[in-house]
C-alpha cells in the first residue's frame, strides 16, 4: 500500500512532469498521455485511467495560475507560468533592459512578456539608456505574428516555399525560397533567404551568394505552403572577404563570429583579417560606413565596387559644392 508521502510525490511528480512537457512544445492528448505513462511506470507509480488523471492535474494547476489552452482537436499549451522567479538586482536590471530594447524595436509583446517574468516595474526600467531605433512596424501585431509563425514553421520541415513579397514601390511578386532563416539587422526584422531561381552575374555556379535575399518581414504579404522539394542547401551560400583595419582601427579587435586575424603590424600601422559574408549587400553597406579606416584587398569583385561608389560619393560632394 502507497503511503501519504508517496501519493503527494506521486501527485507533485506527475504534475511538475506535466508542466516541463508542456514548457517544451504543445502536445496532444495522445501524446501527453504517452509520455506521461512512460513517465509513471518509470518511477514505479500505477498509471491507471492516465487521461482522467491528466484532466483533473491540468484543472488543478489552473486553479493555482498556470494558463493552460485546449480545446477539442487541438493540443494542450502552455500560454503562462505562475511559477516564482526570484532575481538579484542585477538581473532585474538586466531583464529590464532586455525589455526596453525588445519594444524599442519593435517586440511590444515579448517585451511585455519578460516584465511579466520578472515582475518588473518602472524602477527597473533603465533611465540613463536611450535608443534610436526606428522599426518599421510592430513586430507583435498579429498579421505579422503569423507571417513569423508560418516562416519559422517553414525552417522546421526545411522545405521549398514560396512568399508573396510587397517592394518599397508597392509592387508585389512570388519568390520561391530555399535555405533561410530571420534575422535582425539594425532593428529591422528581415527574412534571409536563398532564391535558387534569381539571376546572378557574379559568381558562375549556383548555390550563389548573389542568390541570397533579403526581405523585410513586414512586407511579406503571405507564406505558401511547403512544397515536396527538400532544401537543396543546408547552409547559406557565403564568399570570403579580405581587409586591413588602419587609421583609427589600426588595433581593431574582432567582434564578429566570421571575423579571422591573419596578422599585426609589429607598428600598430593595421591588422588584416578575413572574414566569411553570405550577404553583399550587408557587407558592402559596413565597409562603406568605416570609411578611410579600412582597406578592402579581395575579392576584386567587391573592391571594385567600393570603389565605384565612393568616386561616386565624391564626384556628387563636389559637383553639390561648386555647381552655381
Known amino acids: 500500500m502507497s503511503s501519504k508521502n508517496d501519493n503527494n510525490y506521486n501527485q507533485v511528480g506527475f504534475a511538475l512532469e506535466i508542466l516541463r512537457l508542456l514548457a517544451e512544445k504543445p502536445h496532444s492528448r495522445d ?3 504517452r509520455q506521461l505513462t512512460e513517465f509513471l511506470a518509470k518511477h514505479g507509480k500505477p498509471v491507471g485511467d492516465i487521461d482522467q488523471k491528466i484532466v483533473r492535474t491540468i484543472k488543478k494547476l489552473r486553479e493555482c495560475g498556470f494558463e493552460i489552452d485546449s480545446a477539442p482537436n487541438r493540443p494542450y499549451k502552455l500560454s503562462s507560468s505562475s511559477f516564482p522567479v526570484i532575481l538579484s538586482a542585477e538581473q532585474r536590471q538586466s531583464l529590464a533592459l532586455a525589455a526596453y530594447l525588445l519594444s524599442e524595436i ?9 516584465l511579466k517574468i520578472g515582475k518588473l516595474t518602472d524602477q527597473d526600467w533603465p533611465q540613463y539608456i536611450q535608443t534610436r531605433f ?4 510592430d513586430y507583435s501585431a498579429e498579421s505579422i505574428q503569423k507571417v513569423i509563425s508560418a516562416l519559422e514553421e517553414r525552417f522546421r520541415q526545411k522545405r521549398r516555399y514560396t512568399i508573396r513579397y510587397r517592394n518599397t514601390k508597392g509592387d508585389e511578386q512570388i519568390f520561391d525560397c530555399d535555405c533561410s532563416e530571420l534575422r535582425l539587422h539594425d532593428g529591422v526584422l528581415y527574412l534571409f533567404a536563398w532564391v535558387p531561381d534569381s539571376p546572378f552575374k557574379i559568381f558562375p555556379k549556383s548555390p550563389n551568394v548573389e542568390q541570397n535575399y ?29 581587409y586591413r583595419m588602419i587609421k583609427q582601427l589600426s588595433d581593431y579587435q574582432p567582434r564578429r563570429s566570421n571575423e579571422r586575424v591573419l596578422q599585426r603590424d609589429p607598428d600598430g600601422r593595421f591588422v588584416e583579417i578575413v572574414a566569411t559574408e553570405d550577404s553583399i549587400f550587408w557587407c558592402r553597406q559596413r565597409f562603406l560606413q568605416y570609411g578611410a579606416n579600412v ?15 565612393l568616386l561616386d560619393a565624391t564626384r556628387e560632394y563636389h559637383l553639390g559644392r561648386f555647381s552655381p
Open 134 to 137: 526606428s522599426p518599421p512596424a
Open 31 to 33: 501524446e501527453l498521455g
Open 295 to 309: 582597406l578592402l584587398l579581395e575579392p576584386n569583385w567587391l573592391v571594385d565596387q567600393i570603389i565605384a561608389e
Open 214 to 242: 533579403t526581405f523585410r518581414v513586414d512586407r511579406i504579404i503571405s507564406v505558401g505552403a511547403p512544397s515536396l522539394t527538400p532544401w537543396k542547401e543546408k547552409n547559406l551560400p557565403t564568399f570570403e572577404v579580405r
Open 106 to 114: 519593435g517586440f511590444s509583446t515579448q517585451a511585455s512578456h519578460v
